[in-house]
């Protein structure tokens, strides 16, 4: 009896790797429509994602600039500086400072009549207002001031009491309800003493931290009703809950809607190819060699469309993001990986059922 000769598993993988790469270079496999499907497709729901998400970051951004996230508990001379700024400590905290009108109004000689205020403030404000590098010790001047004395961050400006540093700037939202910021000049103080008001900007936005504002209250229990306390601007609601936006959005499903694609892509790859597949089948090509044949293929389609969509999507995660590129592109980039995953699985899926057997009615069919 002759013993069965047998193909070394190493040369069946060479002549199935350079079958799937003739399929590929003949077009037998169509690959630039499969990979121009993939890109526009999977690209066109991983674009849509990212580009939402780096929305969100946009829109949570303008919450913060416009001081929607900021609290103002204001009751005049009675508002603990040592208090207020120790909120800042606190998680969810970005800044938490006291402030208060200055005794001694500054006149600043380059505008005399400006009429710019001269507020002491605690350190912490400078969370609030955003200023993130001060140049040595001075006074924090306003967008609104900068403009009317030409002064910016390092400058020397004359006033009647004599020289002061401008060692930084802030913006103030321009329909912010409270205006005591809005056209001024802040010397940091001290905490110590009293205060007229604590700004504090949490985020996410959070009323756990309204009592603890409230507690910054250092006057007579009996006058604590003429305090006031509110949001410094409320034209963007008092909420800005991102992660509901977030799991909310329109182009969530991407990853699902790029899975039943791929799904489908690639079964009908392999559908319009069934004559070919059948009629190997029945010149006795092995089933699994067929099948890994296939994969071949389309993981080099699917690698090739992935490629291309990378700078692209990382171009539209850049963009106009405010916050670090990577989460957005992560998020929506999985749309690609998941349609492409399920490209090879629905690709696998099809070619399992199809048989030699079918060969004829594949023919009448063709």
Known sequence: MTPQHRVPRRTRAVSVASEAWRNLTSGTSRPLSVVLLLVVVLGGVACADIRTIVGLSQDALAYRESGAAVEVFAAEG??????????????????????RQADLQATFLT???AGIVTIEATPGLAGVLGIDEVTGAGEWLSDQAVDTLG????????????????????????????????YAAISPVPADGDFDACWVLTWPPSQTIDALVRATYSGDPADAGSSSFGQLNTRLGATFDGVELFEGRATATAPILAALFGLVLGALVVWVRRLEIAGALHARVSKAALISQILLELVVLTVASIVILLPATYVLAVQGNPDPWWPAWIAGFRAVLTGSLAVLMGAVLTAATMSERRLFRYFKDR
Not at 80 to 95: E, I, N, T, W
Not at 151 to 163: C, I, K, L
Not at 171 to 178: K, L, M, N, Q, R
């Open 78 to 99: 009675a508002v603990s500086g040592q208090r207020c700024d120790a909120l800042g400590s606190l998680p969810g905290v970005m800044g938490a400072g006291a402030t």
């Open 111 to 113: 505008a005399p009549r």
């Open 151 to 182: 002064a910016d961050a390092g400058t020397v400006v004359p006033t009647g009491q004599g020289s002061v540093t401008i060692a930084a700037t802030y913006a103030y939202p321009d329909d912010a309800g409270d205006r005591t910021l809005a």
